[in-house]
Nanobody, 118 residues
Framework: QVQVVESGGGLVQTGGSLRLSCVTSGRISNVYITAWHRQAPGKERELVASIRRGGRTFYADSVKGRFDISSDTAKNTVYLQMNSLKPEDTAVYYC????????????WGQGTQVTVSS
């Protein structure tokens, strides 16, 4: 059993910053990639950023230069530092885990709301 818990969302003004946290527990030794996705009302879910075991990162073009994903393996936590936030970043942010050999993300958190006011 694997648990994924996000936190850190909230309401912020345009240009502000937030740091999201994704804490994982349980049988996570087989996790290869931890990723942040987001879904805005009326839109499809999209991949925002990911980090592989070993540290390689990926960012969507829309957040490059503004968001930073990092991990603290000792705390089983992945962070998403979000700077220069824009209203279009408003969404529910989800943390998800992809296991070695997996075809899709197997475990998802409940999501945390991020709202950026103009």
């Amino acid at each position: 059993q694997v648990q994924v818990v996000e936190s850190g969302g909230g309401l912020v003004q345009t240009g502000g910053s937030l740091r999201l946290s994704c804490v994982t527990s349980g049988r996570i030794s087989n996790v290869y990639i931890t990723a942040w996705h987001r879904q805005a009302p009326g839109k499809e879910r999209e991949l925002v950023a990911s980090i592989r075991r070993g540290g390689r990162t990926f960012y969507a073009d829309s957040v490059k230069g503004r968001f930073d994903i990092s991990s603290d393996t000792a705390k089983n936590t992945v962070y998403l530092q979000m700077n220069s936030l824009k209203p279009e970043d408003t969404a529910v942010y989800y943390c998800a885990l992809l296991e070695y050999g997996g075809l899709d993300y197997s475990y998802w958190g409940q999501g945390t709301q991020v709202t950026v006011s103009s």
